[in-house]
């Protein structure tokens, strides 16, 4: 590499933030212990979510499980390579309750791995309980193996939040009041009220306050899985966690990895920051919708010949119709990635219907609209479940491993 991705001044700010909450070893040592379920589930409790966690306990039992479908249906696996499933639109404890239920009185859907809720780092969002009570019922009660959560740079915050942070680093960040006490990063490039989804722009020194925002979530939660939207925020997360090994990032579609070029690019920041014993913070990659099943299949194995510890690669097979082409459909896409013998994670934005709210402005509703929407919303995640367990029922069929939630397993 010709020249360093961060300066001593970037190095010196990163480390101070990371030393303000007690260094790497306190952060991880705090989101394992957070991320019990005992523990999760009393601080759930105290805040008013405790009967919500009893209805996800009551729906869990009486979840199908993957086993039966394999003995009922034959399947063998024959196929090198294996499926891992995952659904976006996890928006909160209340929607996922509501779909939760539903799935359990459909009755054979296997639930997703891998989990995504991209609901804005409000301080409603990630202290009032409602975080920890979705990572209750996702991680503890179904098992996914992954929960992401969503750190959005726009996210109004309270003023004493930026202030700390410029206090600790030496930086400063231009926003605007946005009243109540709250203050919000001035994005350059967002012209209409959730334009570049309220915040993937990272200007200048923002991404110290991605790193702030997420290691809050984390120690008040046990959050240890974030989106990561921005080429600065990869770098700067791959820095910062790299002393904390808790913590993992998924790199969104959104930042254009649409071919090997790009790929290239992100296993070069990897290999910079990989940690003392060779892992590293990333832990999956979504390959943009431009991207054919030969380029994915190219990125895989240019990925597994790289020397790199493993790292997941994941596509949309559907996406909300308001993100790009409504009748986008990459199914037949990820059975040639399959054929071809790789691992792929099939991933859904929407399950390719268009129905109310299953778009980007469902992202971005107040705490309260959420809640008041939590029905309608919980119906696009049912049947984002219920799309994804079809196929991914189709791909094992075809001789490929599939992989689902822990609730929907024996093990």
Same mark, same amino acid.
């Given at each position: 590499?010709?020249?360093?991705?961060?300066?001593?001044?970037?190095?010196?700010?990163?480390?101070?933030? =990371?030393?303000?909450?007690?260094?790497?070893?306190?952060?991880? =040592?705090?989101?394992?212990?957070?991320?019990?379920?005992?523990?999760?589930?009393?601080?759930?409790?105290?805040?008013?979510?405790?009967?919500?966690?009893?209805?996800?306990?009551?729906?869990?039992?009486?979840?199908?499980?993957?086993?039966?479908?394999?003995?009922?249906?034959?399947?063998? !696996?024959?196929?090198?390579?294996?499926?891992?499933?995952?659904?976006?639109?996890?928006?909160?404890?209340?929607?996922?309750?509501?779909?939760?239920?539903?799935?359990?009185?459909?009755?054979?859907?296997?639930?997703?791995?891998?989990?995504?809720?991209?609901?804005?780092?409000?301080?409603?969002?990630?202290?009032?309980?409602?975080?920890?009570?979705?990572?209750?019922?996702? $991680?503890?009660?179904?098992?996914?193996?992954?929960?992401?959560?969503?750190?959005?740079?726009?996210?109004?915050?309270?003023?004493?939040?930026?202030?700390?942070?410029?206090?600790?680093?030496?930086?400063?960040? $231009?926003?605007?009041?946005?009243?109540?006490?709250?203050?919000?990063?001035?994005?350059?490039?967002?012209?209409?009220?959730?334009?570049?989804?309220?915040?993937?722009?990272?200007?200048?020194?923002?991404?110290?306050?991605?790193?702030?925002?997420?290691?809050?979530?984390?120690?008040?939660?046990?959050?240890?899985?974030?989106?990561?939207?921005?080429?600065?925020?990869?770098?700067?997360?791959?820095?910062?966690?790299?002393?904390?090994?808790?913590?993992?990032?998924?790199?969104?579609?959104?930042?254009?990895?649409?071919?090997?070029?790009?790929?290239?690019?992100?296993?070069?920041?990897? @290999? $910079?920051?990989?940690?003392?014993?060779?892992?590293?913070?990333?832990?999956?990659?979504?390959?943009?919708?431009?991207?054919?099943?030969?380029?994915?299949?190219?990125?895989?194995?240019?990925?597994?010949?790289?020397?790199?510890?493993?790292?997941?690669?994941?596509?949309?097979?559907?996406?909300?119709?308001?993100?790009?082409?409504?009748? +986008?459909?990459?199914? $037949?896409?990820?059975?040639?990635?399959?054929?071809?013998?790789?691992?792929?994670?099939?991933?859904?934005?929407?399950?390719?219907?268009?129905?109310?709210?299953?778009?980007?402005?469902?992202?971005?509703?107040?705490?309260?609209?959420?809640?008041? !929407?939590?029905?309608?919303?919980?119906?696009?995640?049912?049947?984002?479940?219920?799309?994804?367990?079809?196929?991914?029922?189709?791909?094992?069929? @075809?001789?490929?491993?599939?992989? +689902?939630?822990?609730?929907?397993?024996?093990?």
């Amino acid at each position: 590499m010709h020249f360093p991705f961060l300066s001593p001044k970037d190095l010196k700010a990163i480390e101070a933030l =990371r030393e303000s909450y007690g260094g790497g070893a306190e952060i991880s =040592r705090k989101i394992k212990d957070l991320g019990i379920y005992d523990t999760r589930k009393k601080a759930a409790g105290d805040k008013g979510w405790g009967g919500l966690l009893e209805q996800a306990e009551a729906a869990a039992k009486t979840l199908p499980k993957v086993e039966d479908f394999i003995a009922k249906e034959g399947i063998k !696996k024959t196929r090198e390579g294996v499926c891992t499933t995952q659904v976006s639109g996890f928006q909160g404890a209340r929607v996922t309750v509501e779909a939760l239920k539903r799935l359990s009185d459909q009755g054979d859907a296997l639930l997703p791995a891998e989990m995504i809720s991209v609901v804005p780092m409000t301080e409603d969002y990630v202290y009032s309980g409602n975080l920890t009570a979705t990572l209750a019922i996702t $991680e503890n009660v179904l098992g996914a193996s992954k929960f992401c959560s969503t750190n959005l740079i726009g996210t109004p915050l309270p003023e004493e939040r930026f202030r700390r942070i410029e206090k600790i680093t030496g930086e400063t960040f $231009e926003r605007l009041d946005v009243g109540n006490g709250l203050s919000q990063i001035k994005l350059k490039n967002q012209g209409t009220g959730f334009g570049n989804l309220g915040g993937v722009e990272i200007g200048n020194n923002n991404h110290l306050v991605y790193l702030d925002g997420i290691t809050r979530a984390a120690l008040e939660t046990g959050a240890s899985f974030f989106l990561n939207p921005s080429w600065s925020t990869i770098v700067a997360a791959c820095c910062y966690a790299r002393e904390i090994p808790a913590l993992s990032f998924k790199i969104s579609m959104l930042l254009s990895t649409q071919n090997a070029v790009q790929l290239r690019m992100l296993m070069n920041i990897v @290999k $910079e920051y990989l940690r003392d014993d060779g892992t590293t913070p990333i832990y999956e990659i979504n390959i943009g919708n431009a991207a054919t099943a030969e380029t994915f299949v190219q990125c895989d194995r240019e990925l597994r010949e790289s020397g790199l510890p493993h790292i997941s690669l994941a596509a949309h097979l559907r996406i909300n119709p308001d993100l790009g082409r409504a009748d +986008f459909d990459w199914t $037949e896409s990820a059975h040639r990635v399959f054929e071809a013998g790789c691992d792929l994670t099939i991933k859904y934005e929407s399950d390719g219907t268009s129905r109310p709210y299953d778009t980007m402005e469902a992202y971005f509703l107040s705490d309260a609209e959420r809640k008041d !929407k939590a029905g309608l919303i919980g119906d696009v995640l049912y049947h984002k479940c219920l799309r994804c367990d079809r196929d991914a029922k189709d791909i094992m069929r @075809k001789g490929t491993e599939a992989k +689902f939630a822990r609730i929907s397993t024996r093990a």
